[in-house]
């Protein structure tokens, strides 16, 4: 079986750090062997999460949209950067949006998150490297039940991170970039044979 994975960035700023740590776990899943999809949030913007305007107009396309991908993926992998030691409102946003669908639009039941697997990695342009950020979104996916699995790729000083080819400088994020994409294959396999989901 060879696992259907979604790599998404918290961050649409060009030339962003979490976008380059997506395109190295991007590739390192392809080599690897799983189905991988790179998707943008800025393919699919929302309003900022406002209960009125839910009730009013109901839950927007995109938070639908997104609720599909995530539920038709056996895992995905979220790349965040940090804001104020926390997860930066465009991906909570996001996620938030997305934990109000329960229904598809013809009516049959869309949980995209309980018993997903999902990996995380973060990054900065300092030398925390998005820890508290990672941090805090591991307890968010938790709460909505996703399964996170534990290896982690925290990737500090994102200006000198990367060399021209967008690879890892040190050879110690390429070795935990590994073992992430390897933890997420083979949970993503197991998972997908469970029938409890
Ligand atoms: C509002 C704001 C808050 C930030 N707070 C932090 C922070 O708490 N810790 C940190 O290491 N970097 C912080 N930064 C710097 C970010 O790490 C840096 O801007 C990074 O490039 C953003 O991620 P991106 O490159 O993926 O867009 C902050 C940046 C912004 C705009």
Redesign the pocket.
């Known amino acids: 079986m060879i696992p259907k994975i979604l790599v998404f ?3 649409i ?1 060009t ?5 380059k740590v997506a395109d190295c776990a991007q590739k390192e899943l392809a080599v690897q062997g799983a189905d991988v999809t790179r998707i943008s949030l800025a393919d699919y913007p929302l309003p900022i999460m406002d209960e009125d305007l839910e009730e009013e107009k109901g839950i927007p396309d995109n938070a639908l949209k997104l609720a599909r991908l995530f539920a038709a993926y056996d895992a995905l992998l979220i790349c965040t ?6 997860i ?1 409102p465009l991906l909570k946003n996001t996620i938030d949006w997305v934990s109000r669908v329960t229904r598809d639009a013809n009516g049959a039941p869309l949980h995209p998150y309980p018993g997903k697997i999902v990996g995380i990695c973060s ?4 030398h ?3 820890i ?2 990672a941090n805090h979104l591991r307890a968010v996916l938790s709460h909505i039940q996703m399964e996170v699995v534990a290896p982690q790729v925290s990737v500090p000083n ?1 200006d000198t991170a990367f060399d021209e080819d967008g690879a890892f400088v040190d050879e110690r994020l390429r070795k935990a970039m590994r073992r992430l994409c390897a933890t997420l294959i083979e949970y993503a396999a197991l998972l997908s044979k469970r029938t409890d989901r």
């Open positions: 960035a918290g961050s700023r030339g962003a750090y979490s976008g950067p940090e804001y104020n030691g926390s930066p990054s900065s342009s300092g925390f490297a998005g508290r950020s994102g």
